[in-house]
């Protein structure tokens, strides 16, 4: 599986949007971007994940660039529930989860 | 839907003890199931993959003897740490993949914390 590339630590103010970003340069073609997150002490929690195309749901948006060797988690409106470590994960479909030191996201009042 | 329990979620033993930690997927199916490993201000780390009816696969440098996998059902697999030492100490957390689901992700367990004295 490819290897991403994380900033290690963001704040974020509460109400505000969160971007954010993973570097997967060497991703190949049928490879997908998966996000999670985890709060201290729980399991991790499946966010949201993509292929070429951005992707929305209930929790975030994925913005994959064109030559897909990037991409953005965005959390629209973030909350202090948000605190996490969020972590970027390519993999093939069915392929393993490796989770790499995610970004430690505080969201603060 | 697609939820993984883990049981216990906090076990203290003592040192050469055997302990086993239960996951269930409790509203699906689960073919594969995943334990993983996470010391104190690190990532997670894959311990090995357990199908349904057969021979876990261990992730290089971790003892197949030591700890023990289990998958006899579809939803349920055990992973039993013998002879725990202290360095044992760690949250393991289990993940079941849930076929038609997301492209087939993984659901995780909430966890469970060992602490081996």
């Known amino acids: 599986d490819a290897k991403t590339t994380q900033p290690p630590s963001m704040d974020c103010a509460e109400g505000r949007a969160a971007n954010l970003p993973c570097n997967h340069s060497?991703?190949?073609?049928?490879?997908?971007v998966y996000w999670y997150r985890q709060i201290h002490s729980q399991g991790p929690q499946y966010i949201i994940h993509?292929?070429?195309n951005n992707e929305t749901n209930e929790m975030a948006s994925l913005i994959i660039t064109e030559d897909r060797k990037s991409s953005t988690l965005i959390l629209p409106h973030a909350t202090l529930r948000d605190t996490a470590v969020y972590y970027c994960?390519?993999?093939?479909?069915?392929?393993?989860?490796?989770f790499g030191a995610g970004t430690t996201v505080t969201v603060r009042a | 839907g697609a939820v993984v329990s883990q049981h216990p979620s906090r076990v203290i033993c003592k040192s050469g003890t055997s302990v086993k930690i239960e996951c269930r997927s409790l509203?699906?199916?689960?073919?594969?199931m995943f334990w993983y490993r996470q010391f104190p201000k690190q990532s997670l780390m894959l311990m090995a993959t357990?199908?349904?009816?057969?021979?876990?696969?261990?992730e290089q440098g971790v003892e197949k003897d030591k700890f023990l996998i289990n998958h006899a059902s579809l939803t349920l697999s055990t992973l039993t740490v013998t002879s725990a030492h202290p360095e044992d100490s760690s949250f393991y957390i289990c993940?079941?993949?849930?076929?038609?689901?997301?492209?087939?992700?993984?659901?995780f367990g909430p966890g469970t914390r060992l602490t081996v004295t």
């Open positions: 993940s079941a993949r849930s076929p038609g689901t997301y492209d087939d992700g993984q659901y």
């Open positions: 060497t991703i190949s073609g049928n490879e997908y």
């Open positions: 994960i390519v993999r093939l479909r069915r392929g393993e989860l490796s």
């Open positions: 509203d699906f199916q689960a073919t594969t």
């Open positions: 993509g292929l070429k």
């Open positions: 357990s199908n349904e009816g057969s021979k876990a696969t261990y």
